[in-house]
């Protein structure tokens, strides 16, 4: 007998429904403004706030509910702003050597990778595409003006402008209507959503860089190492190894051949070839290798 499909709830359409209104909103706002980066920007900003609204655990009117709302938009906003504005100057400076006899196929890719990157160190960025556009925008425009016109730098700092104006304004249009239907979604949801596909969702830890995981900071190592023959450790449950009572370390995982265990409880056995992947002090790290490699670590050194 076939397993009817199950159908999908009525929280979960009412947020389709707004995030489609979120993009047609967005995109008619700003429709007569000129430039694909215009529409892109006030899309993907508008969907970036409406899904993190949508998935904030608790919404309402109250004054605590709204600073919640700030704290978690502000650092996006920013993060966006500062961008867009160092894409828009890539853009311009890089355009700029292309007037001056800088090959256009050559600027073209120094805009994108210089855009790429400085977007990538940006704090609270929601995305390393939006820094490329700018910058390509404003590049495509300058090389279009005529070499060496005597109206160059006039001709120039017009386009810089109208990029500048045009590319804040659709970000700004796109937060306002991510906001507005934002609000109004999660007004009527009866708890917050995190849907796979929105900017608010959070990959499983498995997915995870390690370190996003870990949080560790410098006086933290993460250290994976083989277990010996000759490891005092071989052939010790965990609970017995003295691991965390002597040297302050955790097993974050084993590796062998048969199985992985992730996250282990404490009555595994630790047995040679394991790969232990170990979380300790910085300090630390010198006496559990000699610890985990027993004896090997000294043949190794003579």
Not at 11 to 39: C, H, K, Q
Not at 230 to 239: D, E, G, I, M, V
Not at 264 to 289: N, R
């Amino acid at each position: 007998m076939t397993k009817k499909k199950k159908r999908p709830s009525w929280s979960v359409r009412l947020i389709v429904v707004m995030r489609a209104l979120t993009v047609g909103l967005a995109y008619f706002l700003i429709i007569d403004m000129p430039g694909l980066t215009s529409s892109f920007v006030a899309i993907f900003v508008g969907l970036l706030a409406f899904d993190l609204i949508v998935a904030m655990p608790k919404f309402s009117f109250r004054l605590k509910h709204w600073r919640e709302l700030i704290t978690l938009l502000l650092p996006r906003i920013t993060g966006t702003t500062i961008t867009l504005s160092r894409g828009l100057f890539i853009g311009a400076v890089v355009g700029g050597l292309a007037q001056l006899g800088l090959p256009v196929f050559l600027g073209g890719v120094l805009t994108i990778g210089l855009g790429y990157n400085m977007a990538e160190r940006v704090k609270g960025n929601i995305s390393t595409y939006v820094g490329m556009l700018a910058g390509l925008t404003v590049y495509d425009q300058i090389i279009r003006i005529p070499q060496l016109s005597p109206t160059l730098l006039m001709d120039m700092g017009g386009t810089i402008l109208q990029v500048v104006y045009t590319t804040f304004t659709a970000l700004f249009v796109g937060w306002f209507c991510g906001l507005i239907t934002g609000i109004l979604t999660r007004l009527i949801l009866p708890r917050g959503y995190r849907t796979v596909r929105s900017s608010a969702y959070d990959p499983p830890l498995s997915m995870q860089p390690i370190n996003k995981v870990l949080h560790a900071d410098e006086t933290t190592s993460l250290v994976k190492l083989i277990v010996s023959e000759t490891s005092p450790l071989a052939y010790k449950n965990l609970a017995e190894s003295g691991l965390r009572e002597t040297y302050q370390t955790t097993v974050f995982a084993i590796y062998r051949k048969d199985q992985d265990v992730v996250a282990p409880k404490g009555q595994e056995q630790i047995l040679p070839g394991d790969t232990l992947v170990l979380i300790m002090p910085t300090e630390q790290s010198d006496a559990v290798v000699k610890l985990v490699r027993g004896s090997e670590l000294q043949s190794e050194q003579v």
